[in-house]
């Protein structure tokens, strides 16, 4: 649903998809995709969300986009099969600061007009502070900002966020997910991951920040510095 959304295209079919795929490189910074997916096109995605600004920088992109090429070559693959990729931000806030509810970002060629350089690596930006529900993708961003399901317009997410905040089930897979950032951002020393694990358990259960730092068992030395940034 949300790549037909975003592409604009209700043809499009995921037939391979992974959350949480870490993808290791021998040579430098593992990365791990939020959603690494393929279409029926052979198109393969990198989908992020990031309500941390540092999250989705355009160098990030670029690496992103860069690992994604290294998934898909094996040792005899011919640079004419290498597939296209496309790494998709949805962001809380505008990165990119053109008040654009999507930004496509592609190479281009200076010294013939801009024309298109062909290499099939694609960006996109989703702005999810647009939320114009005149149009579909604005009824999307605007279910991404929703805490409560019945104000969702896409039923399909909204029957989620039921499951996340109200089936026993769910909640404990919730704060399981919660804890794998929590534990993440403490082994890199990355306090922006404990504030964004610390703000959607916040958002999805309507906690307090100390409930839920209490839920996520952070450190009572790193609560105060939290509780300063939020």
């Not at 502070?129 to 579909?136: G, H, K, L, T, V």
């Not at 605007?142 to 409560?148: A, P």
Request: include cysteine.
């Amino acid at each position: 649903m949300l790549l037909r959304i975003i592409k604009v295209r209700n043809d499009l079919k995921i037939v391979d998809m992974v959350t949480q795929n870490t993808v290791p490189n021998l040579y430098g910074r593992e990365v791990r995709f939020d959603v690494f997916a393929k279409d029926n096109e052979g198109v393969a995605y990198d989908f992020e969300v990031q309500r941390s600004d540092t999250g989705a920088v355009p160098l990030r992109a670029r690496y992103n986009s860069s690992l994604l090429d290294a998934m898909e070559v094996q040792k005899n693959t011919h640079w004419k099969d290498l597939p296209k990729t496309c790494v998709i931000f949805i962001t809380e806030h505008d990165i990119l600061k053109g008040a654009k509810p999507i930004y496509h970002i592609h190479r281009t060629i200076h010294e013939m007009e801009h024309s298109m350089f062909h290499d099939g690596a694609d960006i996109i930006y989703v702005n999810t502070a647009c939320q114009s529900i005149d149009y579909p993708l604005g009824r999307l961003m605007h279910d991404f900002h929703c805490t409560n399901a019945d104000d969702m317009y896409y039923p399909e997410l909204a029957e989620r966020v039921r499951f996340y905040k109200t089936n026993d089930k769910g909640v404990t897979k919730m704060c399981e997910i919660m804890n794998e950032v929590l534990n993440e951002g403490l082994a890199e020393g990355r306090i922006d991951g404990l504030l964004t694990a610390v703000r959607n358990l916040m958002a999805a259960q309507h906690l307090s920040a100390q409930e839920a730092m209490n839920i996520l068992n952070i450190p009572n030395e790193l609560r105060e510095i939290l509780l300063s940034k939020l």
